[in-house]
């Protein structure tokens, strides 16, 4: 089992940045993918970034390849996403989530905790 408890939201102009902690428990942390998603409201969840068990290798959406930026440390047992460039189309509810397997997913469903999310709003 593992508890995912995310921070780091807030309220922020366009062009700034923000960054995101997803804090896990757990001993087994290192042998998840971990992932980012965000929901707006009256949309669907989607996938944001993701990062495999080793942070050897990192995914992106592509409204978000080359201004979000995931990364993780093991040995904290947090996985992050520093956002720059923000957008008043990121604005979002951010949930992060961990797959019990070595690589992550583009897909919800392929997950198996997630976290309560963190509100953040991009204003023009």
């Known amino acids: 089992q593992v508890q995912l408890v995310e921070s780091g939201g807030g309220l922020v102009q366009a062009g700034g940045s923000l960054r995101l902690s997803c804090a896990a428990s757990?001993?087994?942390?290192?042998?998840?993918?971990m992932g980012w998603f965000r929901q707006a409201p009256g949309k669907e969840r989607e996938f944001v970034a993701g990062i495999d068990w080793s942070g050897g290798s990192t995914y992106y959406a592509d409204s978000v390849k080359g201004r979000f930026t995931i990364s993780r440390d093991n040995a904290k047992n947090t996985v992050y996403l520093q956002m720059n460039s923000l957008k008043p189309e990121d604005t979002a509810v951010y949930y992060c989530a961990a797959r019990t397997y070595y690589s992550a997913s583009y897909y919800v469903t392929n997950y198996d905790y997630w976290g309560q999310g963190t509100q953040v709003t991009v204003s023009s």
């Open positions: 757990g001993r087994t942390f290192s042998s998840y993918a």
